[in-house]
């Protein structure tokens, strides 16, 4: 960037847009800072919306920056509420948003994902919602409210199992299902998925994987019939769920300008392939530590350093963000579940089950790339700590570090040993 740039421009108002902010001034910047934001509310944390859906948090906690104007006031930007992002000519160095023209010298994409609605008949009945939004949680909240007695959740993600959750502890009758052939199935190994299921059977919940929804029809008198491709089954519930996953907000984006795939890609400054340009959060294809590979890894706080990171440079610095790796931390009905690192391309795994709980670790080649826990949370934080080091391991004998603290090492193999 210039030393002489006087005019930011963030497009999304979420938390790497406050942490781009937060970058920003405490690199030095002094010019202007325009946050382009989708909607009017505050910025809030997308996985904490089905806590409040389920009455476990109230409504301020999904805000953790509380009001909008603490957010971004505290950076002296200047927030454009329900000005979503247009057409952005990156190399021009142009933003239209809500029908105007910005000029800007830096740039950061923040634009967050939005959940994905299938294109069926009935997607937009009453009694049909998504789970992403601040809107989608009220309006669960409010269904809820009406004492639904059955649901049908479509999405075997941890969002979705959430509902699941809140619909059982409700007393409802509660089917889960999927395309997918089993629950979580990017994070759980096939062996654990099963292990999972299992409880949830025992628990009184109908699982249907392998199973496409196909439409969903308004009941007269009340009521929904949700209908499956490629069988003559359909279910009758009171509400429906869609929580089968997101996608990143990029249509703004010029993709002949700017390279992207499922998300805008950055190097480890979270520039992309125009300078003065960065990208970060659910948008942004980062740095898998494991993989190596550019991914987009949908976590509040891999949001939050990206973001700062994106800030730090847009005002001149030279800070780098080296990644993260996938973690899927959720406790529901009892339970807990932990998938750590990449538990698909693994060529060898090690299984232990005891007395409620189970551990799978994979290995690439002998080195550890992951595991799966299922009521091992304790275990699971060392695990996935010892592993992010582990990662970061050949970076640091570069840069004349160490590798895992002997700490770290020690808990690591009592772990893998136990």
């Not at 800072?33 to 909607?39: K, N, P, Q």
């Not at 209908?227 to 279910?235: N, P």
């Not at 290995?363 to 299922?374: E, I, L, S, T």
């Not at 582990?390 to 700490?407: C, E, M, S, V, Y």
Request: hydrophobic residues 45%.
């Amino acid at each position: 960037m210039s030393a002489v740039a006087k005019k930011a421009c963030i497009i999304g108002n979420g938390g790497a847009a406050v942490e781009a902010c937060r970058g920003l001034r405490e690199s030095g910047f002094d010019g202007d800072i325009d946050v382009f934001a989708l909607g009017s509310l505050p910025p809030y944390n997308p996985m904490l919306t089905s806590y409040y859906a389920a009455g476990k948090i109230p409504y301020a906690h999904m805000f953790p920056y509380g009001a909008s104007d603490t957010a971004f006031g505290k950076y002296r930007a200047r927030v454009h509420r329900d000005s979503p992002a247009e057409r952005l000519f990156a190399r021009e160095r142009r933003l239209v948003a809500a029908g105007e023209e910005f000029l800007f010298d830096t740039c950061c994409i923040a634009s967050g994902a939005s959940p994905i609605v299938p294109p069926i008949p009935g997607a937009t009945l009453p009694g049909v919602h998504a789970m992403r939004t601040v809107e989608d949680a009220v309006a669960v909240r409010e269904a809820m409210d009406r004492k639904p007695r059955s649901a049908l959740v479509v999405g075997a993600s941890m969002v979705g199992i959430k509902l699941v959750e809140l619909f059982w502890k409700a007393g409802m009758e509660v089917t889960l299902a999927d395309l997918a052939e089993r629950i979580f199935p990017l994070a759980a190994h096939p062996d654990c998925s099963r292990v999972i299921e299992d409880r949830l059977v025992d628990k009184g919940i109908d699982l249907r994987f392998g199973c496409a929804l196909e439409r969903v029809d308004a009941v007269p008198g009340g009521g929904l019939l949700a209908s499956f491709k490629d069988s003559t089954h359909q279910i009758a519930v009171d509400i429906v769920i869609l929580a089968i996953g997101v996608r990143a907000n990029l249509g703004f984006v010029n993709r002949d300008e700017l390279e992207a795939r499922q998300g805008v890609l950055v190097d480890p400054h979270m520039q992309t392939n125009v300078p003065g340009v960065y990208a970060a959060g659910d948008c942004a294809q980062g740095m898998n530590l494991l993989t190596g590979e550019q991914q987009i890894i949908g976590l509040w706080a891999n949001a939050r350093n990206q973001g700062f990171t994106a800030g730090c440079n847009m005002a001149g610095a030279s800070r780098e963000y080296a990644g993260e790796i996938l973690h899927n931390i959720t406790h529901f009905m009892g339970m807990d579940f932990v998938g750590i690192g990449d538990v698909g391309t693994g060529n060898s795994s090690t299984t232990e089950q005891g007395d409620g709980w189970f551990r799978k670790v994979f290995y690439r080649d002998g080195q550890v790339v992951g595991a799966n826990f299922v009521d091992s949370y304790t275990e699971a934080g060392v695990f996935k700590n010892a592993l992010v080091k582990q990662a970061l391991r050949g970076q640091a004998l570069d840069k004349g570090g160490t590798t895992l603290t002997p700490l770290q090492n020690h808990l690591l193999q009592a772990i893998l040993k136990r």
